[in-house]
């Protein structure tokens, strides 16, 4: 069956450093994939979004990486802040709907 | 522009009764999407509807939850003698389109507790 997982274990770094998240699926080909960001007790927040012939996107210190050989897909954010503490969520659409990985929670301390 | 709003935020049922969750997707948005969040794991996946018409219902528990998004009014979600079990985090997204690329736009969850 399809299987999106992203890294269990919370993520903790430094102010100014880059953050790097992991999403990797299996039994799945997606032509897109989308990063979304969660902050507790509200609803996801779209980040990116990025198509299987694109192998990188940017938008201002944030970058995605789409690898369809390792099925893997990166989220960078460089010059992390502490407002960048929250979980950020991976999905790929299917049919319109979207399959989520089960989140990472990003803390970025000062 | 409004963004998309649900309602109540937070919803209190006894075992037995039945929740109803509304959703109104933002102005313009035909396809509206519901995902359940339980404690400590992610979103799943429950219906997709495009006004009038239920798309895919593949994520929707067989018996007692049903979805509604009609000609006119918010989307409802209803989900009829409540076990302890439906007790999560219910939220409704919405779109322009429902084509693969388009980011969905969530609203802010209807936090449903079962006692």
């Known amino acids: 069956s399809q299987k999106i997982e992203q890294n269990s274990e919370a993520l903790n770094i430094q102010e100014g450093k880059t953050a790097t998240l992991t999403c990797n699926y299996t039994?799945?080909?997606?032509?897109?994939l989308q990063w979304y960001r969660q902050d507790p007790g509200r609803g996801p927040v779209f980040l990116l979004l990025?198509?299987?012939?694109?192998k990188e996107k940017r938008k201002e210190r944030l970058k995605v990486t789409f690898d369809t050989t390792l099925k893997q897909s990166l989220f960078h954010i460089t010059a992390s802040q502490p407002a960048d503490s929250a979980t950020y969520l991976c999905a790929l659409s299917q049919g319109g709907k979207l399959i989520f990985g089960q989140g990472t929670e990003l803390s970025v301390k000062p | 522009n409004a963004g998309v709003m649900q309602n109540p935020r937070h919803l209190v049922r006894r075992r037995g009764q039945e929740a109803r969750l509304r959703c109104s997707p933002m102005?313009?948005?035909?396809?509206v999407y519901w995902y359940r969040q339980l404690p400590e794991e992610g979103l799943k996946f429950m219906v997709y509807l495009q006004k009038e018409n239920i798309i895919d219902e593949s994520g929707m528990p067989k018996e007692r939850f049903s979805a509604e998004f009609p000609k006119e009014g918010p989307s409802i979600l209803r989900i009829q003698q409540v076990v302890r079990g439906d007790s999560a985090a219910y939220f409704c997204?919405?779109?322009?389109?429902?084509?693969?690329?388009?980011?969905?736009?969530f609203g802010p969850g209807t936090r449903l507790t079962v006692l």
């Open positions: 997204a919405s779109s322009n389109q429902g084509a693969n690329h388009n980011e969905q736009f």
């Open positions: 102005k313009g948005h035909s396809h």
């Open positions: 039994n799945y080909s997606p032509a897109y």
């Open positions: 990025i198509r299987e012939n694109e």
